[in-house]
């Protein structure tokens, strides 16, 4: 080992949001960590303390271990690791599918820096066959599945559920270094071989899947017949085969980009096995239905209806406590109001970023609904909940609003004359 | 599901329409007419499509710059006779433009190719026919891609659904024959208790989307629907007040019950700005 007090350094390759929060958990953790990325403006960013993704608790987490992390662009400073993550993020293409060619590149510049007797894990998702067509006389390689969630990174990082690790033999003990690594965090072990390992984190996505896709169907019906989701789905959690965890919260579609490229790789695995995925492509078909809840009850309650409407949009970035953009609900939205004035409001991002031909600049969340004819709330952050509905109604031009994430309190809304609408319940 | 060749809406040098006096094709050339595009109507006095030399006198007739909008069929297509002049209609089409390809190429195809028991239709269902109907509009939709394919004519198959306006000569169970029905003091007889939900499209709101596939030079498939079905019953209730007169009777149910709801999603991204009458709005239009 390389410490005087035993424990394992720990490096990791790509300073993208995978690799960040999980080094920077690591560290939190106990151990030393390398944190090496080829890019050198981005590691003169992270020694200044700026982070290039938000991540609550990842400033103050990174600053408070800033002794135990190394950040470097020199790829020889990962010598020193008896443990070594490769992990950026990875990109989906607009098809849906992961482009692994940075993966690729990182894995061929690494591979030369390490230690032989070092153990090399991967810790981006990849698809079946990717570990083991990698493998090669020499290298201790191994699969570990992530399970980063977005907002909740660091969260994750330090208490993790498990870990899933893809072995070449799964019956062989793992590297004293890797397993001393695993075992700092208390948890279960599962090793088991590569392409299992592999699968099983497309599994967990399609569990995950399956309740979204169970929450957004069902959630539709209840806007049908006059039921409401959210009486019906606390009933779900207390029943033990479900979970309190579940994922039952309605949405618009499946979120993210990372869920949807798992439902199109076991597709494309089912159509070269030849076994039944017509299930998933119902959930893949429900989902782009659902993300589109807000533009046609938009056009039906609001935009057909009604003479050069102003519509006001809260909430730009995929979810809240990101900064991130992509797939976000509020673009997919605004791509397709071109033809109407809109004006947007972001506590992150800038207002000048919307998809649209002219945005209007907006200060505030109140400043932003002003004399708008209806308010879509497109991502659920907290600086919203406590905007008080009536100064809501004061501000705006017209009554609607539209809340797929029940960030405002319904009554509260329609007691301040506003017409409330969210996914599942037809008059909330 | 379509694709814009013109970013910007822009006019077409001229339209040539195969029909004229149809419902949708009359409509079509009056909204076209409203938009200072020079029109051609061609009815079957000018041009048999189902003719023997039909093919040379439409490519005669074409130039490269026109947009040709395929309105005719001989419909309902119920038999083989009706199947087999409706191809011959198509062949006629697809051997003009092979011989002299046009900028831009719209099928009216109709939500007949999708299967009675699809509840919610859109764009990205495979076609699956099960009346006569449907197969020929399916088959006139494959035989004009591969012939615009090969030609290099982009091309729009529009799939409307139930339309219903006042000029609509057709008197099928609808919208159309109910209003007549109510204005002439009968009883409108529903197919059991005319529980059956359908999409209802006013025949304006469909010309005008032709236009704007037109404008667009768009390619692809779109329906054309309003996004809210309404009952035979409501359709018969609504028309016998509309009219004042008229009244409303059931009959022993024949067949079971179907719905039919539309995911308008694409024609909203496709067309933003385009507005469709509600079924009140538009029924109550076809009573002036």
């Known amino acids: 080992m390389s410490r005087s007090d035993n424990l394992p350094v720990i490096g990791f390759a790509g300073m993208t949001h995978l690799g960040l929060n999980s080094s920077v958990g690591m560290a939190e953790t106990g151990f030393d960590v390398v944190c090496f990325d080829p890019d050198a403006s981005l590691i003169a960013a992270l020694v200044k303390g700026e982070m290039p993704v938000l991540e609550p608790d990842l400033p103050e987490t990174a600053a408070r271990n800033k002794s135990r992390i190394t950040f470097t662009s020199d790829r020889t400073d990962l010598g020193r690791c008896d443990v070594v993550y490769v992990a950026p993020d990875v990109p989906v293409t607009d098809d849906g599918i992961s482009d692994l060619a940075d993966l690729d590149a990182l894995l061929e510049l690494v591979i030369p820096a390490i230690r032989k007797d070092a153990v090399l894990v991967n810790l981006s998702q990849v698809p079946p066959g990717f570990t083991r067509a990698r493998m090669r006389t020499g290298l201790n390689l191994y699969y570990q599945v992530e399970t980063l969630i977005f907002g909740r990174a660091i969260e994750r990082a330090l208490h993790p559920e498990r870990y899933i690790i893809g072995c070449a033999d799964p019956d062989a003990p793992l590297p004293d270094a890797f397993r001393r690594c695993l075992e700092a965090y208390g948890c279960p072990i599962l090793p088991m071989r590569y392409e299992s390992a592999e699968l099983c984190k497309i599994s967990i996505n399609c569990c995950l899947v399956a309740s979204i896709s169970v929450a957004n169907t069902l959630s539709e019906l209840c806007e049908g017949i006059g039921a409401d989701w959210s009486e019906i789905a606390p009933a779900l959690k207390l029943d033990r085969r479900i979970g309190q965890h579940s994922y039952l919260a309605p949405g618009l579609g499946i979120g993210g980009s990372n869920l949807i490229r798992d439902l199109i790789t076991v597709t494309r695995l089912a159509e070269e096995t030849g076994s039944d995925a017509s299930v998933i492509a119902a959930w893949i078909r429900n989902s782009a239905y659902r993300k589109e809840w807000a533009l046609r009850t938009l056009h039906d309650r609001v935009l057909n209806t009604t003479a050069d409407p102003l519509i006001a949009v809260w909430g730009l970035a995929y979810k809240e406590n990101t900064h991130s953009t992509k797939n976000a609900p509020a673009f997919a939205l605004i791509e397709n109001l071109h033809p109407y004035r809109l004006t947007a409001f972001d506590p992150v991002i800038k207002t000048s970023a919307a998809p649209h031909p002219a945005p209007i600049d907006a200060t505030s969340a109140l400043d932003c609904a002003a004399d708008a004819d209806a308010l879509c709330i497109m991502t659920p952050w907290d600086d919203f909940k406590s905007v008080d509905p009536a100064e809501i109604a004061s501000a705006m031009k017209g009554k609607w609003v539209l809340d797929p994430y029940r960030t405002l309190d319904a009554k509260a809304c329609s007691t301040a004359g506003l017409k409330y609408m969210t996914l599942g319940v037809a008059d909330a | ?288």
Not at chain 2, 32 to 38: G, M, R
Not at chain 2, 185 to 210: K, M, Q, S, Y
């Open chain 2, 1 to 288: 599901m379509l694709e814009h060749l013109n970013a910007s809406p822009a006019n077409p040098h001229r339209v040539v329409i195969l029909g004229q006096n149809g419902f949708v094709a009359s409509t079509l050339a009056t909204a076209l007419q409203a938009q200072d595009i020079p029109t051609l109507a061609l009815g079957r006095d000018t041009i048999d499509l189902t003719a023997a030399n039909a093919t040379d006198s439409l490519a005669g007739t074409l130039n490269t710059t026109d947009t040709l909008a395929f309105v005719s069929a001989l419909a309902p297509s119920r038999d083989a006779a009706a199947m087999a002049a409706n191809m011959h209609m198509v062949e006629t089409v697809a051997g003009a433009i092979a011989k002299a390809p046009v900028a831009h190429l719209v099928n009216i195809s109709s939500d007949a190719v999708y299967a009675d028991s699809v509840h919610l239709a859109y764009e990205g269902l495979p076609a699956a026919p099960t009346s006569p109907h449907g197969a020929m509009h399916l088959a006139r939709e494959i035989l004009l891609s591969n012939a615009a394919r090969a030609a290099g004519v982009p091309l729009a198959h529009l799939r409307p659904s139930l339309l219903y306006g006042a000029g609509d000569p057709h008197n099928g169970y609808g919208p159309n024959r109910f209003r007549r029905q109510a204005l002439a003091g009968e009883t409108i007889t529903l197919f059991g208790e005319g529980e059956e939900l359908r999409d209802h499209v006013a025949v304006e709101d469909v010309a005008e989307t032709i236009v704007q596939v037109i404008q667009h030079r768009s390619s692809g498939v779109l329906n054309i629907a309003t996004g809210r079905s309404v009952s035979f019953r409501q359709c018969a209730e609504r028309a016998v007040e509309l009219a004042g007169k008229g009244a409303v009777s059931g009959s022993p149910r024949q067949n079971p019950v179907t719905h039919r709801h539309f995911d308008v999603t694409a024609r909203l991204k496709a067309f933003p700005a385009l507005r469709f009458a509600s079924f009140e709005q538009g029924f109550t239009k076809s009573f002036r």
